[in-house]
């Protein structure tokens, strides 16, 4: 018999400290942007772990300035909860020249898929073997406001580029390993103490737990559910019992979605002010399998899945011996498949949410 799924989130300090922190998260959409007058374009787009696999650009030529162009990164997974103030974003960026001829040229943000205009570069020089170099700091917005929502995005994220240091008509060789970022922000203090948010799967209903102390001048709770982690309904609206002692209180969901369930607290005083627990998720079996299509697929043409939401989709392919061929990203209606130049015959495919579950397998006849 399988055990209930229990999911708890344990906020004694969530509402009563300012600081919060989420990452550093990597991202895992990877793209050269040009800059008027560089010299060269990033290719091998391979940042989302420190791992020695370098997006590059070759080598600068000799000139003095000779730069490159921007190397974007996006699609870094935050799920930032809504009603917080976000403080500051920290960029860390490993990289390296060997032949230390390579400097910073820039480092901006990327806010809804735009490059900024505040610059954080300032011209260090890359080191002859890989280091980590921080940007910003647990109080610089970058030049931006920020809500959760422009955090969370998948079109959140930075941009780099590099400069050669050396007129010399020796080789450079800038290369950047991996790209991470946190982010910090708080929540707003409310005349409450959350100690305890508990979600479980009972049979098809999931069962909402959770327990205060302190409370005063507090009007009602919220519990609210998503189907993306994002973008939240209420569920059920709970009055306050405003005890100094303990409070324990419960609802439930009767008809919670196929596929993930993400569920959060909303907590509401007297005066209007308002925050939010951290989120919770349980999984319920589709069903019904997401898929690739067309198949058979022919290389060269596009590869579709049906995706209708728009999730963040991982797409794991493999041999029918079992060995994986590689990963892709998807959160539209395409699906890359760099991974499939160089096979054909039969492949294998599991798709993954962002929280890991199987949402779909298939297999692909490859021409």
């Not at 994002?230 to 100094?244: D, E, G, P, Y």
Request: with cysteine; glycine share 10%.
């Amino acid at each position: 018999m399988r055990k209930p799924l229990l999911s708890s989130v344990t906020l004694l300090c969530t509402i009563v400290v300012f600081a919060q922190t989420q990452g550093p998260n990597s991202g895992i959409f990877f793209t050269n942007v040009a800059i008027p007058g560089s010299s060269n374009s990033w290719a091998n787009f391979k940042l989302g772990g420190s791992d020695d696999t370098y997006a590059t650009y070759g080598s600068l030529n000799g000139s003095d300035p000779s730069y490159s162009d921007y190397v974007k990164t996006t699609g870094y997974g935050f799920s930032i909860p809504g009603g917080v103030t976000i403080k500051g974003i920290v960029v860390e960026i490993e990289r390296s020249d060997p032949n230390q001829r390579t400097a910073d040229y820039r480092v901006r943000i990327v806010k809804g898929g735009s490059i900024g205009n505040s610059e954080r570069s300032t011209g260090i020089a890359y080191p002859a073997t890989d280091v980590y170099q921080s940007y910003g700091s647990s109080s610089d917005l970058w030049g931006e406001f920020w809500t959760a929502a422009d955090i969370n995005s998948l079109n959140f994220g930075v941009a780099v580029a590099a400069v050669r240091t050396s007129t010399t008509p020796d080789a450079n060789a800038g290369r950047i390993d991996h790209i991470r970022i946190t982010v910090y922000y708080s929540f707003l203090i409310l005349p409450v103490r959350l100690s305890e948010f508990t979600i479980q799967k009972n049979g098809s209903v999931v069962d909402l737990n959770w327990v205060t102390t302190d409370e005063s001048n507090m009007n009602h709770y919220e519990v609210e559910r998503s189907v993306n982690g994002t973008v939240f309904t209420t569920l059920q609206n709970i009055n306050s019992r405003n005890q100094a002692n303990t409070a324990n209180y419960s609802s439930s969901d009767q008809h919670p979605n196929k596929g993930v369930n993400y569920y959060r607290l909303k907590m509401i005083a007297n005066d209007g002010r308002v925050t939010y627990s951290k989120i919770a998720a349980v999984h319920f079996s589709s069903g019904k399998n997401v898929v690739l299509y067309p198949n058979p697929w022919i290389k060269g043409t596009e590869m579709n899945i049906t995706n209708l939401n728009g999730d963040l989709i991982m797409v794991d392919y493999y041999s029918p011996g079992g060995q994986l061929l590689g990963t892709s990203a998807s959160a539209g209606r395409t699906v890359s498949t760099s991974a499939l130049l160089h096979v054909k015959g039969l492949v294998l495919y599991k798709l993954r949410n962002k929280e890991g579950y199987t949402i779909g397998t298939g297999t692909l006849q490859v021409y």
